[in-house]
């Protein structure tokens, strides 16, 4: 019997929409019954990560717990977070689950070195995400080269990231250009969407380039994980 996905949101609410819809899009389905059970708490209580953890902003684990324990209530087989700073406390909810934790960061950085060997990774990602060291850790692990952005472009990436978060709809796409500029200049050869409004953001803004989106990382591999066939 094909298992349960069980999706801890709401970090934030549309994020966790888009990993929805991945999901269902990357399932090799042929009808409705071919699709996973997918259960999702959207928590839009919980507190901001990055504040957290920069800023000794409230502490977001106690509302994760909560969602992590409606999830396991419902039965499910594995539990995914659409947030990658989230991940920066993955070890607390570890010590608390009674199911597996999928990792968004180690599942990323095992596919940009299938798909980008040799290559050198731009990793884009909120201020925390980046400055706790979390992709920088994971992609190290996994033999995989990276650049991060400079003050003023982790300015421009927060920013979006945040516009985003209100519900804005992004039309200027200079910002986002003269960035991947700058970071082609200091060595990156293609993305990562390391913060999960950022893989909007470039639907929105369409920029070119070669990225990888931590979402349908994610998504592929809860799938699988559960049993279910994956588009190639």
């Known amino acids: 019997m094909k298992g349960t996905i069980g999706i801890l949101g709401g970090m934030g609410p549309l994020a966790t929409a888009d990993l929805f819809r991945k999901i269902v899009l990357m399932t090799d389905a042929a009808c ?9 708490d959207s928590n839009a209580r919980i507190p901001d990560r990055t504040r957290a953890i920069l800023e000794g902003g409230a502490d977001p684990v106690p509302e994760m717990l909560s969602a ?17 700073t989230a991940h920066y ?20 950085a095992e596919r940009c070195a299938e798909l980008f060997p040799g290559k050198t990774a731009g990793v884009w990602g909120t201020t925390g995400t980046l400055k706790s060291g979390l992709y920088t850790r994971a992609l190290d692990k996994a033999g995989v080269k990276s650049v991060l952005p400079d003050e003023e472009s982790q300015q421009v990436l927060m920013d979006l990231i945040y516009r985003v978060k209100g519900g804005e709809t992004l039309r200027d796409r200079a910002p986002l ?28 803004l369409s920029p070119p380039g070669d990225f990888v989106d931590p979402t349908a990382e994610l998504a592929r591999a809860a799938l699988s994980y559960c049993g279910y066939r994956v588009k190639a």
């Open 89 to 108: 406390f993955i070890d607390r909810l570890r010590a608390c689950a009674n199911v597996p934790f999928i990792d968004m960061l180690q599942v990323t």
């Open 68 to 84: 992590l324990e409606n999830l396991e209530k419902c039965g499910v087989s594995c539990v995914i977070m659409p947030c990658n």
């Open 177 to 204: 250009a003269s960035l991947m500029a700058g970071m082609h200049e200091a060595g990156a050869d293609y993305f990562i969407l390391g913060c999960t409004e950022l893989p909007i953001v470039v639907e929105q």
């Open 32 to 40: 409705d019954n071919d699709h996973a059970r997918v259960i999702i």
